[in-house]
């Protein structure tokens, strides 16, 4: 449900009213997640100084609050870590009648009509009569200290069926920005008409603003009404607007339009723009924020946040994204947009207000994630966020502003293609080498999460770790903990660990988790991946020092991931949903970037396994002809190669792959036989048209195999149908492999 300015202005300016006056402490709010609290207000705007000489860098904030202290500048010279106030705007009809709404902050990047560049303006509706409510504007040349009043872009207008009065007309929601000509506009949202609603735009000339020009005025007869405008210049000179379209089919969902100059918009007033979509075929809606990044790619990232995400079917993706989700877009706004997590997430952005407006019913309120602000920063590696929440989610509290930064998502452009800097690497599976003990983790026959290891006598013991899994856990170790990530029966996916000193522990992490996950530790960092049922790749990453992260890497993938590190960058492949190779990759400079690696008409039968030669980057599958598969990449290669690897043996399920032998030059390959509880094994040199010899491992195996290097050991591992781990072994140099040995079940 979202609910519109024109019905809660009053209201929520009163509200805020009450929750200063009653001065209640800071504290967190219960279900906001990643943000610090600013203080009480609402519609949240946020810049950094760029114009201002030595104040330049400076991120200031305003938010609305009503009364006497109309709006709130605070300011931060730590990148956004803490704020101290500087400055208010107090206007006189808002402390008469108390009506305010949808504020918004703007720097002059250049002189324009007398004012000088670093100028500061602040605009907003005020007062809630008719005839006199206005768009009024506000400027400070001290960067938010003191301001004066500048001009009213409008000022009142009549009530249908008679002048003055109270309703649910009104001007509303003021966005700057300057012009290709150098001219100041104005944006805004005109509602005098009922259920009609018109974006307008004007230029100011000589210190008054010109004529209203439309540009949106839905003409459909279906109530459809754009609103609330948010505009960005980008690099090559265009402008893109943002807004939201209410009634009709379109359910607040944002859309876009673009402009050469900043004022002309196109000749159509009735067009709905282009919907905003990410490639999961979800949307968000209402209340956007816009941003521009700057990114390795000219064009940049461009950043968009509503109140709500709703899944592709159109109902609100409660608890799996919405409030939490920012969409990107590496292509100005062209195509599919990335999801991505918000710095500060609010997860109970769409729960409703038992009675806001006191009528007995219950409303939707404009307090969480309504209209908030998007700040990257100048190196385009991280996003700041002002999102608003009731506190402690008690929609009864005042409404209360959070900052909070993180990372961007990052996507190549169409046709970018990842070089391969050095190797030495594989993923993690369910079997490592911890502290000289052999440790292999898999699921049971009743869903548990069981564990094998050897004891330095080399006898085998057993324990389970947790219970109600499903799918194919992996395991990781780091320092003294060991780790194991695996998906319950009810999509969460669950972190299971081990300390010496403190035994064991789970924890729950993502929802709607439909893959089995894949973990790696990378540096002091302990990483997660899996794909969720949208089809989106999560990623959750631990430290010590930031604790618990999480993001969305890309779209439209499913089954397991495959992770290593590589070189500088962390690596992600997953299956495409259109059977396609898919890759992400990030470092500490680019962020995430990705591309498609498929280069044939062959698709995916399996979710992938990755491995480094040398310095070749090697990827395995099993097509869609059930045969295995091999994508790979050298960095002197122009292109990702692909084909076919070994004889025409048909295999099944997910393979994997590990690097052996004294200078770690032979790869591995082992998948499972289609028939036979076989594992077909073959293995090459890292020589040029080496052969690929082949032969068979093992049998009774039901599962996908995992391998584990131990010495000069090549050690692999599966279950049989009663769920007992089984495992053969070769040492390198030897002619045969030795006979399986039962670890039990």
Known sequence: MIIHRRTFSAVAALLLALGLAVGLPPERAGAQEGGTELGIGMYPRAIRLQSSGAANGRILVAVNVGGVKTAVIRESRDGGRTFTEVGHIGDDLVAADGGMCCGTLYELPRAVDGMPAGTLLWAASVGSRRDTMAIRVYRSQDQGRT????????????????????????????????????????????????????IIKKRL?????????????????????????????????????????????????????????????????????????SGAGRTLAGTPGLAWSPSTDPDGVLLVVGKV????????????????????????????????????????????????????????????????????????????????????????????????????????????????????????????LHKAQQHVFARNTAGGLRHWFLTPGGDVNRDTWTSGVVGAPVAVALDETQHAFARTTDGRLKH???HPVTGRADELLGSGIAGDPAAIVYGNDLHAFAVDGSGALQHWSWDPENGLRQDTWGQGVRGRPAVLAYGNSLHAFARGQDGRLRHWWWNATDGVRGETWSVSARTMGSDPAAVTLGSQLNVFAVDDTGHLRRWHRRPTDTAVMEGQWGPNFTVA??????????ALDELHV?????????????????????????????????????????????????????????SWCRTQGDGGVEGFRNWGG
């Open 147 to 198: 301001w004066t009043r500048m001009s009213d872009v409008v000022s009142g207008f009549p009530r249908p069926g008679g002048s003055g009065g109270t309703g649910e007309t009104g001007v509303w929601e003021p966005e700057f920005t300057v012009g290709a000509g150098g001219d100041l506009v104005v944006f805004y949202s005109e509602e005098f008409q009922k259920d009609h609603q018109n």
């Open 205 to 277: 000339s000589g210190g008054a603003w010109g004529e209203r020009g439309v540009i949106l005025s839905p003409n459909s007869g279906r109530g459809r009404q754009p609103g609330m405008p948010v505009v960005r210049r980008l690099p090559g000179g265009r402008y893109f607007m943002v807004y939201e379209m209410c009634n009709g089919d379109e359910r607040c969902g944002l859309f876009s339009q673009t402009s050469p100059d900043g004022w002309d918009w196109g000749t159509d007033p009735d067009a709905a723009g282009t919907e905003i979509v």
């Open 309 to 432: 995400l709703r899944n592709a079917d159109g109902t609100i993706a409660k608890n799996a994204g919405s409030g939490t989700t920012v969409f990107a877009s590496p292509q100005n706004g062209s195509g599919r947009w990335h999801e991505m997590r918000a710095p500060v997430g609010v997860p109970l952005s769409w729960q409703p207000h038992p009675d806001l407006n006191g009528d007995g019913e219950p409303d939707g309120d404009p307090c969480p994630n309504y209209s908030s602000a998007l700040l990257p920063a100048s190196d385009g590696l991280s996003l700041f966020e002002v999102a608003t929440a009731r506190r402690n989610d008690d929609p009864l509290q005042p409404c209360v502003a959070y900052t909070g930064t993180g990372g961007i998502l990052r996507v190549a452009p169409a046709g970018t293609t990842h070089v391969p800097v050095s190797g030495g690497a594989r993923e993690p599976g369910q079997a490592f």
């Open 496 to 498: 299971s660990s081990w």
């Open 653 to 662: 399920g997910r393979p994997t792959a590990l690097v052996s032998g004294a």
């Open 670 to 726: 082992f998948v499972r036989a289609s028939a036979g509880g076989r594992v077909e094994h073959w293995w090459r040199q890292d020589v040029d048209n080496a052969p690929v010899p082949h032969d068979t491992w093992g049998e009774g195996v039901v599962s996908d195999p995992t391998a584990m290097r131990i010495g000069d050991e090549t050690c692999l591992f599966g279950t049989d149908t009663a769920g007992v781990l089984r």
